[in-house]
T-cell receptor, first 113, second 113 residues
Framework: GDSVTQMEGPVTLSEEAFLTINCTYT??????LFWYVQYPGEGLQLLLK?????DKGSNKGFEATYRKETTSFHLEKGSVQVSDSAVYFC????????????FGTGTSLTVIP | KAGVTQTPRYLIKTRGQQVTLSCSPI?????VSWYQQTPGQGLQFLFE???????NKGNFPGRFSGRQFSNSRSEMNVSTLELGDSALYLC????????????FGSGTRLTVV
């Protein structure tokens, strides 16, 4: 079945450090891939998405490239800020398996000044 | 434009009671999904509605039910509450399907005592 495997956390970085959060997936079809972010006490906010192989999603300095050959969608940011501290979720939606998201377990990021 | 609105934000209920949660999707969105978020299980799919019809259902007991109205607003109901039902319940809406991405509400925090 469909699934998402996400890098375990928590991750602690200093401000302006480089961020990578790994995400790999298993899907029966050709899924769309997403990164969502959750701030304390809030719901999930869409950070970026990619709908086909080799697409790059980007937003607020974050990027992720849909790699079909490695079934990966790693999240990167060149220089993190304290305000990026949150929990990040990788997710997929596969039109072959119905209208739902399969989420990773989430990666907690703390950025220290 | 207004986002996804969930009410109430917080609820405390006693074991054995029932509860109804409400979700108003973004105007024009016809697909509404519900997710349960707990520290132990992460984000789990409950069900998805489109134009008043349930299109997909997750692996939850029959105590969990939902419905969607003609204006796309949705409710979910949990009967005979158990301690393990304590969670953040998230509603998400999309124009048509998860494949295009969902916008999430801030959630309803349910505590069962």
């Amino acid at each position: 079945g469909d699934s998402v495997t996400q890098m375990e956390g928590p991750v602690t970085l200093s401000e302006e450090a480089f961020l990578t959060i790994n995400c790999t997936y298993t899907a029966t079809g050709y899924p769309s891939l997403f990164w969502y972010v959750q701030y304390p006490g809030e719901g999930l906010q869409l950070l970026l998405k990619a709908t086909k192989a080799d697409d790059k999603g980007s937003n607020k300095g974050f990027e992720a490239t849909y790699r079909k050959e490695t079934t990966s969608f790693h999240l990167e940011k060149g220089s993190v800020q304290v305000s990026d501290s949150a929990v990040y979720f990788c997710a997929l939606s596969d039109p072959n398996t119905g209208n739902q998201f399969y989420f990773g377990t989430g990666t907690s990021l703390t950025v220290i000044p | 434009k207004a986002g996804v609105t969930q009410t109430p934000r917080y609820l405390i209920k006693t074991r054995g009671q029932q509860v109804t949660l409400s979700c108003s999707p973004i105007s024009g969105h016809r697909s509404v999904s519900w997710y349960q978020q707990t520290p132990g299980q992460g984000l789990q799919f409950l069900f998805e509605y489109f134009s008043e019809t349930q299109r997909n259902k997750g692996n939850f007991p029959g105590r969990f039910s939902g419905r969607q109205f003609s204006n796309s607003r949705s409710e979910m109901n949990v009967s005979t509450l158990e301690l393990g039902d304590s969670a953040l319940y998230l509603c998400a809406s999309s124009l048509e399907a998860a494949f295009y991405g969902y916008t999430f509400g801030s959630g309803t925090r349910l505590t069962v005592v």
